[in-house]
């Protein structure tokens, strides 16, 4: 629905809205159930289903965190106290909705091992039935509204990388390509003034592996974008892949709780049909519930003697397997929940920890900027995500002069932007004099008393083994502080250079702790 | 084992302590058939999970090593461990607190007072061995670590991605000889607050422990005024207000703990530095046209790291500049700088990147939109009006490949306006010196 809205051109916010939409019209009908549910425990003083409610309860406070977490990455404007805007704040949200379902699992496991030890019967198991059918009515409405960023997001969500040479795999990108760029950029607002439009669409327009369960349209625009389509609002692309995540939160959440009340209902219904429950009146031997041995002698005794006189009289409570039932059913849907929930702990856990996203490969990356006329080496080369496809990268470059280093600048951005990085920050190094060429050194670090407070200071491969690791990415970047060169620039000649520590023993390394 | 950590072996320390103690409630509950046990034993679990999660993020973030997969390697483990065990103690709260609202509604009498009472100081003496540790900062450790060794040695031998308590350690083991003061008081304050992840497993060990103490307080009452086959009466109602007094006292302190995890997940600004004032010092550097996209951010355990976009006259002009604006950051507390020059002419806009991604279709992948402008205080916007074009540049190929943003954007105009008007003062002080 929402994506079936943004084809028809700049629709506003109202994709994330829908997202809005959807998480407050879920929130109210769990919450309205919940305090149904109360009450009717109230009424019938059962225990179970005041128990059963809180699990509605804690439904709330997932839905209650998706939204805040959607509130806050709607604001992606740069602000002083975040430089990046809140992009990551669903990311998070999807975190913590991982770690909340985790959490509630391990107690359900614990209630479901203590009911192993002391099995309860089900009071009234019609009013558990209405009410569990109630339940499973909301929750599968819930499922539906959330259907779109389902369980099938195992390892899909990345489907937002630029693939170099284009998989042509959505049938929406592979005409664009060919279109000219006119049609989509008279749908924008600014003119170019660059014909490199042209060169993005051709090399980029197409890459996006195909998203599996997820077909939300966002993502298709969002790509397409690229290729001349291009989406005017910013909230309209943020339905992206961070955002999936963090429908995908909410969507566990309920999923678990679909399960939840299956259970309910299966296990009330079976109990109605064939639980032979213990009549008020008369002497009845439950022998499915024993506490004690000295309690279950005794019953014995006294059976054998009942049995002795009023044969037929002891009714025995109904089959035992029964009252085991409930258990195993939650032992199979915490099972059920764990494996669904891992691959979003894992996929929201690798973004917050800064790690290189799945669909880049920063070996090829960097030998691409290594071949490159004019690029001496590479070091610092940090590729993360911030939040959905905000890729973001950094790199030092070093070239022999600033002449060269304008020729082959333009190159390098093209590079990264086809890997998919937009958003990069690129230092460029001038060589100085007898410095080794190939992998080396960083010529502008912070005083060397910071080596320990830089994000990557210096490695122990770096000290005796400079050469091993030599396939490995040119990350290692010793503090040695060097004299900035004199003669090798052309203008800056009469500009006497700042004398740092020059220490240029080149074995000298210090270690830091990262 | 020099290489081994005071936080590893304490956590190490309370896993077993905490498995025993674990398995000793159990089966105990099971042999005495007292629920109140197994459930409590159950609370020792939860305790475990946190120590497994606090351990092994602190491994990782120790032990990996920058690669393809990270490029600033794991280090960022511990507030993400960090997080979700404060997560994790926040829904076992919850929980908490829907049992013990269940039981004010339905009272009941503790059955076996003296066991659960024994079980229950047992328990509490582990939880605050438990404390005791942890609060306990490394002192017998650190001063192990501290013990002199020649510099070369310690650079040689340490291994890499060494710990961040390693960070704290090294003051003394540093190679780096000048230790300023700044250094020094910069080191008090990691102490304080000391590694996330140690901070999550002692809320949750925290929490045990005063769990431990309602029990025994519980316990305490129904064994001096046991009550029999009697209606319950106030008796029946200490457990469950304690109980929720005690989820108020975790739930407040896990909060901070949130806190502190988000500032650095969300990648916030550190708490300090001062955008508005780092900004306007680096607008200041001679040879800055303008500056934008700067971001700061904190990977973990204090380090910080800045990435920003300068324009500049000449490629001179930003050498000149670029050792200014470290020393800034320095001076600020931020150590990992990478500068990207962007070299204006008259023709550029001095507001915006000249070069974003290689087109403007890419705007929505960027961190920081273009087609936003940022306000001119907030995103390191700042201008010198009085920059005369230099008509040295051979950025020429640089030209080219800008996506040109022209100027027809009102609020850039304006805002262009706006500094233009603020900064006259700025610039009749630093007319004509472009360089330093």
């Known amino acids: ?42 009424v019938t003083s059962s225990l179970a289903m005041l128990s059963d409610s809180f699990h509605m309860l804690s439904d709330v406070m997932a839905l209650v965190v998706a939204l805040v977490a959607v509130r806050f990455a709607q604001r992606t404007r740069a602000t002083k106290k975040n430089t990046f805007g809140w992009v990551r704040a669903e990311v998070m949200g999807a975190l913590v909705n991982a770690v909340f379902l985790t959490a509630l699992c391990f107690t ?121 389509h291009y989406p005017l609002d910013e909230e309209e692309v943020e339905e992206d892949s961070s955002a999936q995540l963090n429908m995908r939160g909410v969507f566990l959440h309920v999923f678990g709780d679909a399960l939840g009340s299956v259970i309910v209902v299966v296990n009330a219904l079976l109990f109605y049909g064939l639980w032979n429950p213990c009549p008020e009146d008369g002497p009845c031997f439950n022998p499915c519930v024993n506490n004690h041995c000295m309690e279950n002698a005794t019953l014995s005794q006294a059976l054998g003697r009942a049995n002795k006189s009023e044969r037929g009289s002891v009714t025995v409570a109904g089959p035992c397997w029964l009252l085991y039932l409930d258990p195993v059913l939650c032992l199979i849907m915490v099972c059920i929940l764990l494996y669904t929930t891992y691959p979003l702990l894992r996929e929201s856990a690798l973004i917050l920890l800064q790690t290189v996203p799945k ?86 670090p912070c005083r060397t008393q910071c080596a320990l407070k830089q994000c990557c200071g210096t490695r122990e491969d770096c000290t005796a083994k400079k050469t091993e690791k030599s396939s490995s990415l040119s990350i290692s970047c010793s503090e040695v502080v060097i004299e900035f060169p004199k003669t090798r620039r052309t203008k800056s000649e009469s500009i006497p ?12 390394q210090f270690e830091s702790s990262l | ?201 002692l809320l949750h060990v925290m929490g045990d422990a005063l769990g431990s103490v309602v029990v025994v307080i519980t316990a305490t009452i129904f064994y001096l005024r046991p009550l029999g086959n009697a209606p319950c009466n106030w008796q029946c109602y200490i457990d469950p207000s304690l109980t929720i007094v005690m989820v108020f006292i975790i739930l407040s302190s896990a909060f901070p703990l949130i ?45 910080n790291i800045a990435t920003l976009h300068v324009k500049c006259q000449t490629p001179s002009d930003y050498q000149d500049a670029a050792h200014k604006i470290r020393k800034i950051f320095h ?29 403007k279709a890419c705007d929505a992948h960027l961190c920081c939109s273009q087609r936003e402008l940022p306000r001119a205080e907030t995103n390191g916007y700042m201008e010198k009006s009085g920059s005369s074009p230099s008509a040295q540049h051979k950025d020429n190929g640089l030209r080219t490949s800008d996506i040109e943003i022209p100027m027809e954007d009102p609020v850039a105009e304006e805002s262009v306006k706006n500094v233009n008007n603020c900064d006259v003062s700025d610039d009749k002080s630093q007319s004509g010196s472009t360089r330093f």
Request: charge should be neutral; charged fraction near 20%.
């Open chain 1, 108 to 228: 359900i496991l614990l209630e479901a091992i203590e009911r192993f030890t002391e099995p309860h019967e089900i009071q009234q198991p019609l009013v558990v039935i209405a009410v569990g059918v109630a339940g499973l009515i909301i929750n599968l409405l819930g499922l539906c509204l959330f259907n779109h960023h389902g369980v099938g997001g195992h390892g899909h969500a990345h489907g937002h990388g630029h693939s170099h040479g284009g998989r042509q795999q959505h049938p929406r990108g592979g005409p664009k390509a060919e279109q000219p760029p006119g049609d989509g950029e008279a749908a924008l607002h600014r003119e170019e003034t660059s014909t490199l439009v042209e060169n993005c669409s051709s090399s980029n327009g197409v890459g996006q592996e195909k998203l599996g369960d997820t077909k939300d349209d966002m993502s298709d625009v969002q790509v397409n974008g690229n290729a001349g």
């Open chain 1, 1 to 42: 629905m929402c994506g079936g809205m943004a084809a028809q051109g700049p629709g506003g916010p109202r994709c994330w809205q829908n997202r809005r939409a959807r998480l407050l019209c879920m929130l109210a009908l769990t919450f309205l159930f919940f305090v149904v549910e109360v009450a009717v425990s109230r």
């Open chain 1, 497 to 508: 250079s700042v004398k740092l520590e020059a220490n240029t023993d080149q074995n000298e």
């Open chain 2, 331 to 359: 001076e600020a507390g931020v150590h990992s700088v990478t500068i990207q020059p962007e070299y204006a002419d008259h023709k550029t806009s001095h507001v915006l990147c000249s070069s974003p991604c290689i087109s």
């Open chain 2, 259 to 303: 806190k502190e995890t988000s500032t650095i997940l969300l990648q916030m600004v550190p708490k300090g530095v001062d955008m508005q004032i780092l900004t306007d010092r680096l607008s200041r550097v001679p040879g800055v046209s303008s500056l934008h996209e700067v971001h700061v951010w904190e990977l973990a355990n204090r380090k």
């Open chain 2, 1 to 201: 084992m020099g290489r081994y950590s005071g936080k590893t072996c304490r956590l190490i320390f309370m896993l077993v302590l905490t498995a025993g103690f674990f398995v000793a409630e159990l089966v105990s509950g099971y042999l005495g058939n007292s629920i109140a046990l197994v459930s409590d034993s159950f609370n020792m679990l939860s305790d475990l999970i946190s120590l497994c999660v606090g351990l092994s993020t602190g491994r990782i973030a120790r032990r990996s090593r920058r690669g393809p997969r990270a490029t600033y390697g794991y280090s960022r483990a511990e507030a993400v461990g960090a997080l979700c065990n404060a997560v994790f103690l926040t829904a076992l709260c919850f929980t908490i607190l829907v049992d013990s609202i269940l039981r004010l509604a339905r009272p009941e009498p503790i059955d076996d007072a003296q066991l659960v009472l024994i079980v229950g100081t047992l328990g509490l003496a582990v939880n605050v061995v438990g404390l005791l540790v942890f609060q306990d900062w490394g002192a017998c450790c650190r001063r192990r670590r501290r013990s002199p060794r020649p510099p070369a040695a310690a650079a040689l031998r340490d291994v890499p991605g060494g710990t961040p308590d390693g960070q704290e350690d090294e003051a003394g083991d540093s190679p780096n000889d000048q230790k300023s003061p700044e250094e020094g008081s910069e080191k008090k304050k990691e102490k304080k607050s000391e590694a996330l992840n140690i901070r999550g497993v």
């Open chain 1, 359 to 444: 669909q880049i490969d920063v070996h090829s990356l960097n030998s691409k900027l290594r071949t490159l006329e004019g690029v001496e080496a590479i070091h610092e080369l940090h590729i993360w995500q911030l939040a959905g496809s905000r890729i973001i990268g950094t790199a030092h470059i070093k070239c022999p002069d600033p002449s060269t280093y304008m020729m082959v600048a333009k190159r390098i951005k093209e590079i990264f932007h086809d890997e998919g990085i937009h958003a990069t920050t690129i230092q460029p190094e001038f060589a100085s004099v007898g410095s080794e060429s190939g992998r080396g050194k960083c010529e502008l």
